[in-house]
């Protein structure tokens, strides 16, 4: 820096500072200098952590409440749950797997790469056995996508009723996967022997207890549907299917199947438990929806949120969220600081990638008046994210799966958020 | 930067000459404004210069102008479907992995064998099912032994574990009670489910006669069935589900899509609002050690009613021991009472602790086996009462490293404990309440 540079700075400083006048500079005369500037600290002293200390990394101790949690209450066992994304503590939109929600209908398995085959069978010309190492020489692809539980919400169907992000709508996650696309695994078998494709299906299904099998239209599984093997950048973990798991662009979590074992492609869907019994939505009148595979647009404010309380001073404040929708591209986002009444359009991190999370901003003031936060996402089909009076008012209360109502946020003067409800 | 000094000069020129197709072209720019396009930009905005200089020369020459038009126009036209393009592909910057017809040779013919061990899904037309046949009587002996546990002796579901039974002309009710006999379209479902994904824990063991048989049971435990049925790959097909015709294809884009997907509104969109339900109410959010992790507001005035769309706590869970021995590790048994959470589901521990789908193990060592009154044990846990059987450390040690291996035909469905620290501190643990 030179000379000149330094002494037009500190002119600029004192010159504000006059300026401000009388509040700053009471204030600035009043306070103690602050010893975390003025007293040399241990870490600016002795020196910290070698190279050779942590060979893989895991969040500072300080980050350690930015983790998964389950709620007990919700099922018999741990073995066959759920547990939520910390997504009120995170920012941007890639989840790290070690805190991505996790979902076992008979808990998560160590399945070795040299122990993983997948048999492609059914209707056709040949079936396939694939090792691992034999899914690593086919073409892949690299894409992000979010995974979302078909529950996800389905807690706050009967009214609001956890208070936090995490557990209203952690059971999502978004990540960067690494894969050979399905429809290159179904050329290889040749579909020939399954004649016109148009009413056929893939049934798909893993190798743990549950083998949690679940059929996919072949219109679908010749799309964008992708055998993965890499998220983020490595492995997958265990608890995401580790080696292999498939990825389903846009549908329910519950399709992407992990620990991917056998595809079998049929005439029929196969009617499993968890396209029956689970995953179907019961109507006021007693009939149920079957085959709602698509998760529609949907968003949240994941700061301020109950686990996100604002604990700043008065002035600039960052309103944050993530909207998604499995249709396609989030193309706009809005932010009610009133339930409704007013909106004002947010900013959009970056722009929407297809069937992927994206991070929405309000750059706003708060003054210490309560607030009734919400958000309220569109996508690129113009379908614009519901509130909960018209969800209920399409399809009743007994729904389970498939709310994707706006989420309202109480904040009051002290800028404790709540889970609310509103007229 | 790049785009915006390319559309002004674009503007300079093209709308003297190309009047109102620069309009068109302004949008197309628009919307082909994005990183990915910024190279192409470039090459175009040179040539897009060059066609100035052309531009001034047909200010000259009229004649010339027609052909700079036409020119100009074939150039809307190729940034038009680029900026289409681009704005289709969006900032997915994947171009697809290239495809071969043909194969690339990879992995092996899958052989008969291994179709015949995987390929075990059943289809509701009945296909995939193997030959064999089981009547109710049978039904409700393995039942019993290897379903009871946890689904109850009626199918009623013990604790939090699912319900196989009842609930009929529930569905349209305010909380359905959705069954096997309620809820269920297809009989192949419960089949290939039993048989594939249960017992809980002990998978992929039921022989297929023992599968139709359970599947009578579950029948006659909803009365759709009378006791002497029996079920068999040749009478399966003639079956009908009592909620057969109860579903309908996912209605959402009729029903729902073309009513939300309007303009929305941005301001007086209501005259007012108010708070119609808080969730602090309903004090169901988990917390984390002795700090609360949400704002708790007055949780004591809260009225005593429950979540109604997930099952309920069933109240044993709550229940730890408050006294412990002086001897003890706290931090172990601190350790311990962190790994007693994956026996929670079935046990429960400390005052007042009764028989949840396990026994309670309330002073567990010194303890015979099997001696829990009013606890229904197996013929393996009864076998060991009778031989007078006590649990001690290491008794308990092999017991809960491998439950199966260590008690042959126990109906305890727990893979095991795997890491020796874990061991120790549940045993820890467990220890603490057995003064």
């Known amino acids: 820096m030179d000379s000149k540079m330094k002494t037009s700075r500190r002119a600029f400083l004192k010159g504000s500072v006059a300026i401000a006048g009388g509040s700053v500079a009471a204030s600035a005369g009043a306070m103690e200098a602050d010893p975390l500037i003025t007293e040399v600290q241990d870490w600016a002293t002795a020196t910290g952590v070698g190279v050779d200390e942590t060979p893989y990394g895991l969040p500072i101790s300080f980050e350690k409440d930015v983790v998964r949690r389950n709620v007990e209450w919700l099922t018999a066992s741990p073995i066959s749950s759920i547990n939520f994304t910390p997504i009120h503590a995170l920012d941007g939109t890639i989840t790290p797997q070690g805190c991505a929600f996790e979902r076992h209908h008979s808990g998560a398995i160590e399945l070795r790469k040299e122990d993983f085959r997948l048999m492609i069978n059914g209707l056709v010309d040949k079936p396939l056995v694939f090792s691992y190492q034999d899914l690593e020489r086919f073409p892949r692809e690299n894409h992000v996508y979010f995974c979302e539980c078909a529950a996800n919400t389905g807690m706050e169907w009967a009214g609001a009723q956890l208070n936090g992000a995490q557990f209203t709508h952690g059971m999502i996650h978004n990540m960067e996967y690494s894969g050979v696309p399905l429809r290159t695994l179904l050329t290889e078998a040749g579909l020939g022997a399954a004649g016109d494709l148009k009413d056929k299906w893939v049934y798909v299904e893993g190798a743990d207890a549950s083998s949690n099998g679940r059929s996919i239209p072949m219109e679908k599984a010749l799309d964008d549907v992708l055998v993965a093997f890499k998220a983020n950048g490595e492995a997958l973990r265990m608890e995401h299917g580790y080696p292999v798991r498939l990825v389903v662009p846009g549908w329910e979590g519950n399709m992407w199947i992990k620990w991917l074992r056998r595809i079998e492609v049929a005439d029929a869907a196969v009617e499993s438990r968890e396209e029956t019994s689970k995953y179907t939505d019961v109507y006021e009148d007693g009939t149920a929806r079957k085959w709602t595979w698509v998760m529609d647009a949907k968003s949240v404010i994941t700061s301020p949120s109950p686990q996100m309380p604002i604990n700043h001073s008065r002035g600039p404040m960052v309103v944050s969220g993530l909207a998604w929708s499995g249709h396609g591209k989030i193309t706009r986002v809005d932010v009610s600081k009133d339930g409704g009444i007013t909106w004002e359009k947010a900013r959009l991190g970056r722009q929407g990638d297809s069937k992927a999370l994206t991070r929405f901003y309000l750059d706003t003031e708060w003054n210490g008046e309560p607030m009734l936060l919400q958000s309220r996402a569109m996508d690129e089909t113009g379908y614009v994210q519901p509130t909960k009076q018209q969800l209920r008012e399409s399809r009743g209360e007994n729904s389970v799966y498939h709310n994707n109502c706006i989420q309202t946020w109480f904040v009051d003067e002290n800028g404790v958020v709540e889970n609310v409800e509103v007229s | ?435």
Not at chain 2, 146 to 167: I, R, T, Y
Not at chain 2, 283 to 312: I, K, Q, R, S, W
Not at chain 2, 348 to 353: F, I, Q, S
């Open chain 2, 1 to 435: 930067m790049g785009s915006s000094r390319m559309s002004k000069s674009l503007n300079q020129i093209v709308l003297p000459v190309a009047g109102g197709t620069a309009l068109a072209l302004s949008v197309a720019l628009v919307v082909a404004n994005l990183d990915y396009g910024q190279n192409k930009i470039s090459s175009l905005e040179q040539r897009v210069e060059q066609a100035t200089l052309q531009a001034e020369a047909a200010g000259r020459k009229a004649s010339e102008e027609a052909a700079v038009v036409a020119d100009l126009q074939a150039k809307i036209a190729d940034l038009q479907a680029f900026a289409k393009e681009t704005a289709a592909r969006g900032t997915d910057l994947t171009e697809k992995a290239p495809k071969k017809d043909t194969g690339y040779g990879l992995g092996r013919e899958a052989l008969i064998a291994e179709i015949a061990a995987w390929d075990v899904d059943v289809l509701p037309d009945g296909r995939g099912l193997p030959a064999g046949r089981g009547d109710v009587f049978t039904g409700e002996e393995v039942f019993a032994d290897k379903c009871a546990s946890c689904h109850g002796d009626f199918a009623e579901g013990v604790d939090n574990w699912p319900v196989l039974a009842g609930g009929f002309d529930t569905l349209a009710d305010k909380d359905p009670v959705k069954t096997v006999g309620s809820y269920w379209p297809y009989l192949s479902t419960v089949w290939d489910y039993v048989h594939r994904s249960m017992p809980f824990g002990e998978a992929q063991t039921l022989t297929a006669d023992e599968t139709y048989a359970i599947v009578a049971y579950i029948l006659y435990s909803n009365d759709l069935v009378d006791d002497d049925f029996e079920l068999s790959h040749e009478n399966f097909s003639s079956f009908d589900m009592y909620n057969k015709d109860g579903f309908v294809v996912d209605d959402r884009p009729d029903r729902e899509y073309a009513r939300w997907s309007t303009e929305p509104c941005m301001e007086n969109c209501k005259p007012s609002v108010e708070i119609t339900m808080r969730a602090t109410f309903l004090n169901v959010t988990p917390e984390e050690g002795d700090e609360t992790l949400m704002n708790h507001a007055a949780v004591e005035d809260a009225p005593t009613f429950v979540a109604n769309t997930a099952t309920t706590d069933s109240g044993g869970d709550k229940e730890v021991p408050d006294t412990a021995p002086l001897a003890a590790d706290p931090a172990l048994v601190a350790a311990g009472e962190k790994v007693f959470k994956k026996c929670k589901a079935c046990h429960a521990v400390g005052d007042g602790a009764k028989n949840k789908s396990g026994p309670q193990l309330n002073g567990l060592m010194g303890r015979m086996m099997g001696s829990v009154d009013g606890f229904k044990y197996s013929k393996a846990f009864k076998a060991a009462m009778e031989e007078g059987r006590v649990w001690n450390e290491v008794e308990l040690t092999a017991f809960l490293a491998k439950p199966k291996a260590y008690m042959k035909g126990t109906k305890m469905s727990f893979a095991g404990i795997r890491k020796d620290q874990d061991l120790t501190a549940v045993i820890e643990f467990l220890r603490t309440t057995s003064e």
